[in-house]
C-alpha cells in the first residue's frame, strides 16, 4: 500500500501538477499546482509517518542496507517535500503581496522551481 499511493501520488498527482503550472495558461494555474502538490505531500506524509509508527522506527533495527538506505531517504525526501511546501506557499504570498521587494520573490521562485525538479528526480527514483 505504500508505495501503491505513493506512486500514485508522485507519478500522477505530482506530475499533474508540475504540467498545470508549466504548459497550461489557466487563470488559477498557481492554486492549482498548489492544491495537487498539497494532496501529495499529505499522502506521503500519512503513508510515511503510518509506517513508521507501525513498524520499525529506528534506523539500527532494520535488517538489511538496502531497508536503512530506504528508511534514511524517505525521511530526507520527507523534511524536504515539507519545506518545499513552505517555500512554495512563501513565494505564492509574496507573488500576490504588492509590498515586497520583487528581488527576494524572483530569488525565492528559483530556489522553489529548482528544489522542486531535484525532488521530483528523487521520488522517481
Known amino acids: 500500500i505504500h508505495g501503491i499511493i505513493l506512486t500514485i501520488s508522485w507519478?500522477?498527482?505530482?506530475?499533474?501538477?508540475?504540467?498545470?503550472?508549466?504548459?497550461?495558461?489557466?487563470?488559477h494555474k498557481v492554486l492549482i499546482h498548489g492544491v495537487l502538490m498539497g494532496i501529495a505531500v499529505i499522502c506521503s506524509i500519512t503513508v510515511i509517518v503510518t509506517l513508521i509508527d507501525s513498524k520499525q522506527s529506528k534506523v539500527d533495527e532494520l535488517s538489511t542496507t538496502n531497508k536503512k538506505a530506504h528508511y534514511v531517504i524517505g525521511?530526507?525526501?520527507?523534511?524536504?517535500?515539507?519545506?518545499?511546501?513552505?517555500?512554495?506557499?512563501?513565494?505564492?504570498?509574496?507573488r500576490i503581496s504588492n509590498r515586497i521587494h520583487p528581488n527576494p520573490v524572483k530569488f525565492s521562485n528559483i530556489i522553489h522551481r529548482y528544489s522542486g525538479y531535484i525532488i521530483m528526480l528523487i521520488t522517481k527514483v
Open 11 to 27: 507519478c500522477l498527482l505530482a506530475d499533474l501538477a508540475i504540467l498545470v503550472v508549466f504548459l497550461y495558461n489557466i487563470k
Open 75 to 94: 525521511i530526507i525526501v520527507l523534511a524536504w517535500m515539507c519545506l518545499q511546501t513552505i517555500s512554495g506557499f512563501i513565494s505564492w504570498i509574496s
